[in-house]
């Protein structure tokens, strides 16, 4: 991979804090997600994207076929690649997201 897993910074408390903690949680499981997501020309990996809202944050594929893609278990893929790429992401990586969250939230109180 090479690059930094999370680019933005979380910064100190308030709503503005709050959404960065949650785009860094979204951004890790879109990384991690990236490399299961099933690739032929690399398409549908590149529609990968993280937003935030007022209260969550999510990670979202964009191509026509994402949804089938992720939800079609008998489709054969490349090795390392595979359906349900977002969910075993979300689900595999439910620990890491909850320490990137709480090392912000310390972060946020001088802890």
């Known amino acids: 991979m090479g690059k930094p897993p999370h680019p933005v910074a979380p910064a100190a408390g308030g709503r503005d804090g709050a959404n960065r903690v949650r785009l860094l949680a979204a951004e890790h499981v879109l990384q991690v997600s990236n490399t299961r997501v099933p ?8 529609s ?6 007022d209260l969550e944050a999510s990670t979202s594929y964009s191509t026509p076929y994402a949804a089938r893609q992720h939800e079609e278990l008998t489709w054969q893929h490349d090795k390392g690649r595979r359906s349900k ?27």
């Open 39 to 46: 690739i032929e020309e690399g398409t549908l990996e590149r």
């Open 85 to 111: 790429f977002l969910e075993s992401a979300s689900i595999d990586e439910k620990d890491t997201v909850a320490a990137i969250m709480a090392k912000a939230a310390r972060d946020a109180l001088g802890q």
């Open 48 to 53: 990968g994207a993280t937003s935030i809202g």
